[in-house]
C-alpha cells in the first residue's frame, strides 16, 4: 500500500490536497471494504420498496449480498443472501414476492421472518442437530429512519440516529414532502457502471462548480424551455452554503432558489398544482421550513449513499465500488404519494432526461469521471488532487469545497485513526430554519 499522507490539510496557508494514489492502489480499496464500509451505516433501501408481504429485494450492499425484506406480519429484516447450508445464493433475481427463500442447491427453504422450514432428508442428521442455528443471518445491526433502512456490519457502531447527526434535517426535508400519505420509490431504476474511483463519485454528487461548464447542452436546452437561466456566478443566484453535518456527512443546499435546472412543469395546470402542492406543504410545516424544502440540496450520508433534491426531483443513489477503478451505481426515484399526474410526468421525464444512464447530463459526469481516472495513471509526478475551493472564505458557498474536504477527512481518520478539526464557517439562516416539531415524527 502506499505510504506517507492521504491528504494534506493545511489551515494556515487555507491549503487541501489529496493524494490521488488513494485512488488506484488496490491495496487502499481493501483496507477501506474493512475500515470504510465495513464500520459505517449503509442505505439498503426504502420501506416503500416493500408494499406487500413477502416482498423483497436481492442487492449487494458495501460489497455483501443481502436480501431486504418484509415478512408476513409486516415486519423489515435484513438477511444475508446467502444459504446456511453450503453457501448459495437464495434470491439470484434482484426483486420479487415469496413466502419461502428456496436454494436450488439442495432445496433448503427459509421464510421470510429467516427461519428454515424446508429441509429434505431431516432425518439423515444426528440427534444433536440444531436447526434453530441455521436460520438466516443478519448484518449486526439495522435500522430505519423516515422510512430510509440502513444496515452495518459492526456491531460496536453508534445507533442510527447518532451516526446520521446533522444528516438527519436533510432527510427530514425529504420525507416531509410526502404530507400525510409518505414518499415512495417510483418503480424502476437507473443502473450502470463506470471507470472511476468510487470517491470520485462521491465528489462530484455534491459539486456544484462543475455544473455550468458540465452541463452546457443540458442548461442551454432547459433555458429554452423558459427555466430560469445559470448566472456565471451560482453562488450569488441565492442562498448558497456547504454545510458540515459531522461525522463525514455533508450537503450543499440553497434557499429561495428559483434555478432548479429541470424542466418546470408544462402549462397552467402544471403551475397550478405546484402551486397549490407548495400550499398544501405551507399549511403543514409553515413558511420557513417550507422555504428550505424549495431550495436545492445534494446529500451525501457518508460513505456512499446520495440523495439530492434537484432537477424537478428526488434521487437517491447508491454507489459500490467493484474495483480500484470501477464503480457500480444505483439510482432511484423518491416521489410522494398520491402525487399530482402532472406533477409526477414532470418529475419523471427529469429522473430520464437530466439522471438517466443515456439522459443529457449523467453521460456528461460519466466522462468526467472516466477521464480524471485515466489521468491518475499519470502517477506520482503529479501526485495530488487540490481541494482547497472557499477554504479561507467566512461563508463556504454550494460551489465550494467545503463538503468534498468533510467527507475526505472522515475517510482519512477511518484509513489512518487522525482526527481533524472541523473548518468554521458561517451559514445562512434561512438554511438553517428549524422543522416546527424539532424532528418529532410519527412512527
Known sequence: MISGPFIIDDRKNATFRVRRATMTDPDILALEQAVVFGSSWLYVGHDSEL?????????????RPVIFTRDQDGGVHVFYNVCSHRGTTLCREPQGNSRVFNCFYHSWGFETTGELVHLPGEEAYGDGFDRRALDLKSPPRIGCYRDFWFLSYSQSAPALEDYLGGARSYLDLIADQGLDGGMEVVRGSHEYTMGANWKLLVENSFDAYHVAPTHRRYLKMTAELGAPPLSKEPGERA???????????AAIATARDPFRIGRPPAGEQGERAAAAFRSRLEAAYGPAWTERMYGIRNLVVYPSLVVIDLVGGIIIRTLHPTGVGSVKVTAWELAPRGEDPVLRASRLDNFLTFWGPAGLATPDDVEALECIQHGLAAGEDVAWSDVSRGMAAERCRHSDELQMRVFWRRWNQAMTGEIAAPELHVV????L????DAYVVAP
Open 239 to 249: 442562498i448558497t452554503s456547504a454545510v458540515d453535518l459531522g461525522n463525514g456527512h
Open 433 to 436: 430554519a428549524e422543522r416546527p
Open 428 to 431: 445562512p439562516t434561512p438554511l
Open 51 to 63: 408494499p406487500r408481504p413477502n416482498d423483497w429485494r436481492a442487492r449487494d450492499v458495501g460489497g
